[in-house]
């Protein structure tokens, strides 16, 4: 289900008399605010659309417009607000969406429609009641109760509006988010022997039987089914590993060695060590078993067999495996470019860029390609030219610092001015609070880590790794369930370095978002929400195995 997130900014200010869409609250225009609200749950945001089929229709005319602009471009339903609504309670435009056609008693113009209703609505509009009401009851659409919604009619309205609030995901849900907003990458065949720690994209089929061949799996003599009851048998030439030989005829035994083909006729292979040989004869005392030692044609694979499925890693072991099985190559994702900028005036006049050469490895050890850029200074224009660099060329682009709420923290300004939708800023977690994710309309993810060292890794483990299962076409990290010895109470999910052993899991000492001496001794996350021992644990690193 592909949604477009609209928000209607027509109307004509009758009581507000400029430009509503641009009035100020909180030092960012109100369209941005509204923006914010449903940009989480939408795969893409528009604002500007004409009115269909004029203006002047009021709403309904910019959710005609709206339904058509998205009908066009290939998605399913809109998700459509109004500039003058700053904030939403967050459980409401999932309700819409689940309910769709749906919209909000309390701010009609709030609502998830399906580009379906686009014709209808555009004839509803030729008739004389042209009200919400009118047009939900004409599509037989659900009106979702919430509290009391705020919207913005007049100068006055904007100081006295309470700040609004930011809606920040769970830890959990911000992970879901991400997955939503990230496609993988496109595909490529290489050769097998280039593709160690690259990741297939369609299922692997062996092309040659393996073995290729009925084959001895020991040193032995082979025999025919006849003579395996017993007998006195001449000792022919030895058969080596690569040697094509002729039928073997009964009363004639064999030397053969480990990997060579069993010549026709062949039923046994009698182990050296427990032939009888005198001379040029072999005794067979004491009956001997038909199909002993003998590897099958085809056993363990034969052309055509699936014998690796989509979205797996190749690792040595695979590699030889897949080489025996007759593959020369591969189908696989793109390797990932993945940009990263840190930023602060701080770094490089004294504070030591941690974050750069950590998260710069963290993914080198994936495979990626890692583009580590030297520090961007504060400054909205440095980095959103920086971010714009990056996106030139790179699949995921990565920055450190100036997330949170400081004077010179520029990363969600400078997100929007590539033109990126953000996702969440903000994640009711610890440490990693101030972590921003968003996607360009082309569809490059953005994520923006907090300064602090253990909150960008945090941010990057979890965030950028789920990213980058996306972008490979990976499926989602699942932890471990865990019991933890302490009960956190501050409401939201706590992110906690541990090493993992039997019973109750204790977070090690020095937990603080910029100590990192633990780091040297952790091997796992602990992820725990609030008032429960209950909790997932994760490997420090994720392999992505
Ligand atoms: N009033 C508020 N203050 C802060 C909030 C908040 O919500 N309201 N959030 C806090 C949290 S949580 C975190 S985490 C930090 C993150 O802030 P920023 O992302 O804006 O990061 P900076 O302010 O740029 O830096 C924070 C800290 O990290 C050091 N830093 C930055 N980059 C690097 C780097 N590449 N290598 C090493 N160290 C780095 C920087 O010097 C600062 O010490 O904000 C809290 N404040
Ligand atoms: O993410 Mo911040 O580290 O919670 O201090």
Redesign the pocket.
């Known amino acids: 289900m592909k949604r477009l997130g609209v928000v209607l900014a027509g109307g004509r200010s009758s009581r507000f008399g400029s430009d509503k869409a641009r009035a100020m609250l909180e030092d960012r225009p109100l369209i941005d605010h509204a923006r914010d609200t449903i940009a989480p749950f939408v795969d893409a945001m528009a604002t500007d659309i004409p009115d269909h089929p004029a203006p002047g229709l009021g709403p309904l005319g910019g959710l005609c417009g709206a339904l058509r602009h998205a009908k066009a471009r290939g998605f399913d339903a809109v998700v459509v607000t109004a500039c003058d609504i700053p904030q939403l309670p967050s459980d409401v435009v999932p309700k819409l969406i689940d309910a769709a056609p749906a919209f909000l008693l309390e701010a009609p113009v709030v609502g998830c429609w399906p580009v379906g209703l686009a014709d209808q609505l555009e004839a509803f509009l030729g008739g004389e009641d042209r009200s919400m009401h009118a047009w939900a009851r004409a599509c037989a659409a659900t009106g979702i109760a919430s509290d009391p919604i705020r919207n913005i009619n007049r100068p006055s309205d904007l100081t006295s509006a309470p700040k609004p609030k930011p809606n920040r995901p769970a830890f959990f849900e911000a992970i879901a988010a991400v997955e939503h907003h990230v496609a993988a990458l496109p595909i490529e065949t290489i050769a097998l022997t280039d593709a160690l720690g690259r990741v297939t994209s369609a299922p692997v089929q062996a092309r040659l039987f393996h073995p290729a061949a009925d084959m001895s799996a020991m040193d032995g003599f082979v025999l025919t089914a006849a003579d395996c009851a017993g007998g006195d048998l001449a000792i022919g030439d030895p058969i080596f590993a690569g040697d094509v030989s002729a039928p073997l005829p009964p009363g004639t035994a064999r030397p053969i060695m480990t990997g060579a083909i069993i010549p026709a006729g062949g039923a046994t292979v009698l182990i050296k060590e427990r032939a009888t040989v005198d001379g040029d004869r072999l005794h067979i005392t004491e009956p001997v078993a038909t199909n002993m030692n003998i590897r099958r044609k085809g056993e363990d694979a034969a052309p055509g067999d699936e014998v690796l499925g989509p979205g797996r890693t190749i690792s040595a072991p695979m590699l030889g495996a897949l080489v025996a099985y007759g593959v020369e190559t591969i189908d696989v994702r793109r390797r990932p470019r993945i940009a990263i900028i840190?930023?602060?005036d701080?770094?490089g006049s004294g504070?030591?860029?941690?974050?750069?050469p950590m998260i710069a490895a963290l993914f080198a050890e994936t495979g990626a390609a890692v583009t580590l850029s030297a520090?961007v200074p504060d400054s909205r224009e440095a980095i959103a030219g920086a971010i714009a660099a990056a996106l030139a060329t790179a699949d995921f682009v990565i920055t450190?610092?100036?997330?949170?709420?400081?004077e010179r923290?520029h990363i969600p300004d400078a997100v929007r001015d590539v033109g990126a939708a953000i996702h969440f800023h903000g994640v009711r977690m610890r440490?990693?609070?101030?972590v921003l994710f968003a996607t360009t309309p082309g569809g490059v993810p953005i994520l923006g880590l907090?300064?602090?060292?253990v909150?960008a890794l945090v941010g990057c483990r979890f965030f950028g790794m789920a990213t980058l299962r996306r972008l490979l076409g990976l499926p989602s990290e699942a932890g471990r369930a865990v019991t933890s010895a302490v009960l956190p109470t501050n409401g939201v999910a706590n992110v906690t370095r541990v090493v993992a052993g039997d019973g109750p899991i204790s977070p090690l000492p020095g937990d603080r978002?910029?100590m990192m001496r633990s780091l040297l001794t952790a091997d796992h996350w602990m992820v725990q929400l609030s008032d429960t021992e209950q909790a997932t644990l994760f490997p420090l690193i994720d392999r992505l195995g």
Do not use: F
């Not at 504070?351 to 750069?356: E, K, L, S």
């Not at 440490?431 to 101030?434: A, E, F, Q, R, Y």
């Open positions: 840190p930023t602060g701080e770094l504070i030591i860029d941690v974050n750069g520090p450190t610092g100036g997330a949170s709420a400081g923290d440490p990693g609070k101030p907090p300064g602090n060292p909150a978002p910029h």
